[in-house]
């Protein structure tokens, strides 16, 4: 009692690329849709929530930026709370965390406690859910799992399709604060994709394999061990400057095509027609990720995702009437659906399952500062130049940036693994294995007796749930 259990994928248990995995996958879904899409559909109340408090609309933008920053700068936090507790208890917690937030939100009287509710309660409820689910996906998926990263972030776009008009029926409907707490209601949803997530059962053990697992347990809660893989490094500073341009293009596009002087619904479609085109990109991307001659340069497609992206932005600079703006849409959704699939495909390549659960939160905590960074600093040179030409060039250049610090760093500055085990623990599991291959034939006659009496007794459970208390609800 008291002693930290750690949430480690089991080791000896192949990842069933299917099965159950795909209820998994459906939660990855739904909870990558909210995580991503929620932040901005809020806007939607800004109007309301502008008239109501007397406030101006950069006060109310804060919203949408605390939400964001809780997604990401409370990873190292997520990290310790899964391998503590695990994934599943987790995302329970952060799910009515979510909800929680945005009921208690519906009854503030200031903006302030809408920071606070809105804000940072359902910021970390979402960050709470989207970590552990990329985790479990990780768990699940080992062949599949390029197609099932591209299948869980295609939920992204298809959300922000549906919740953005969703909240402005709700506000015509109810008002910002029946919407407020009609959302908190939904958000109650990421319970039951929390529920979804059953832990893999490791298979039977020896005597050796215990004593391994139970040094295992007595691991840190944040692996800070990550940091001396050189592609990690490569990864974290590369994913940092991207983000400073990424999200820029879809803040800015609608502005850009106000300014041209097009009327608001039709510069608002342009984010509709980049978002259909990101629904189809990132599962269409896994497919291709997830072939056998693609997968082993997966980083290096990761990167030319990056470049297309980043010459989108500076080829859209250019544009000077909607048509070019529109066809500027379909490119960036095509290369912003690519990195979306890819992002954190590449991270689970470079560090495998058993560092996943910690090397994202770190990463998550890196592009905090960046998210919060890129698109005020864009409104700023916006503000000092009066051109959105400039902006969409500086966007340009740090996503081309990043794409040549992730390519060239993994070609000068990244060893090639060895095949030998890097720690001890998984020289003991090596050894392990090693003894069971070199059983006489009398052991392994033994071994099928007792095989086939256990098949007797209980059905088989390779890739079953766990039920152990500490880590199932």
């Known amino acids: 009692m008291g002693a930290v259990v750690v949430d480690d994928a089991p080791s000896g248990v192949k990842a069933p690329d299917g099965g159950w995995g795909w209820a998994i996958l459906f939660g990855g879904f739904v909870i990558t849709g909210f995580s991503y899409a929620f932040p901005k559909a809020v806007s939607v109340f800004f109007k309301e929530l502008i008239r109501e408090f007397g406030v101006g609309y950069s006060d109310t933008a804060w919203i949408s930026s ?3 920053a809780m997604l990401y700068g409370t990873g190292p936090l997520c990290s310790m709370c899964v391998n503590w507790f695990g994934c599943r208890p987790v995302m329970l917690v952060g799910g009515l965390f979510a909800s929680l937030g945005m009921v208690t939100a519906s009854f503030c009287t200031s903006i302030i406690q809408i920071y606070l509710t809105a804000g940072v309660i359902t910021g970390l409820g979402l960050a709470l859910n989207f970590q552990p689910s990329l985790i479990m ?5 080992d062949k599949r799992r390029p197609l099932a990263n591209g299948l869980a972030a295609a939920g992204s776009p298809v959300f922000l399709c549906t919740l953005s008009p969703l909240g402005q029926i709700l506000q015509h409907e109810y008002g910002w604060r029946g919407g407020f707490l009609i959302l908190g209601g939904m958000l109650l949803n990421c319970c039951v994709c929390g529920a979804l997530m059953r832990p893999l059962e490791p298979p039977k053990k020896s005597e050796a394999a215990k004593e391994l697992t139970e040094k295992k347990t007595k691991k840190k809660l944040l692996d800070f061990s990550v940091f001396k893989d050189g592609g990690f490094l490569v990864y974290t500073v590369a994913a940092s400057i991207m983000v400073l341009g990424l999200f820029v293009p879809p803040v800015f596009v609608v502005s850009y095509a106000k300014d041209l ?6 510069s608002a479609f342009l ?4 978002g259909f085109v990101d629904i189809f990109a990132r599962p269409i991307c896994g497919v291709i990720a997830g072939l056998k001659w693609v997968r082993p340069h997966c980083v290096y497609l990761f990167s030319f995702a990056m470049i297309f992206n980043g010459f989108t932005d500076l080829m859209g600079s250019m544009s ?5 703006l529109a066809v500027f849409c379909i490119f960036f959704g095509i290369s912003y659906g690519m990195v979306g699939a890819l992002q954190f495909e590449v991270l689970m390549a470079i560090v495998g399952t058993q560092k996943f659960s910690s090397a994202i939160g770190l990463v998550l905590l890196a592009e905090a500062l960046a998210v919060l960074i890129g698109p005020p600093s864009a409104g700023k040179l916006l503000d000092a130049t009066g051109k959105y030409m400039f902006v969409f060039i500086v966007a340009g250049v740090e996503v081309v940036t990043s794409a040549l610090v992730m390519a060239l760093g993994n070609v000068f500055c990244v060893k090639k693994k060895s095949e030998a ?3 001890k623990e998984e020289a003991a599991e090596r050894e392990e294995l090693n003894k069971s291959e070199d059983k006489t034939p009398e052991d392994a006659k033994v071994d099928s007796i007792e095989v086939e009496q256990f098949l007797k007794d209980e059905p088989e459970k390779n890739g079953e749930v766990v039920t152990n208390p500490e880590t199932c609800v």
């Open 66 to 68: 605390i939400l964001l």
């Open 137 to 141: 996906l990780n768990r699940y998926f």
């Open 261 to 266: 002087g097009y009327p608001d619904t039709k």
């Open 271 to 274: 984010l509709s027609i980049l």
């Open 320 to 324: 000077t009437n909607y048509g070019g």
């Open 421 to 423: 085990p890097q720690t």
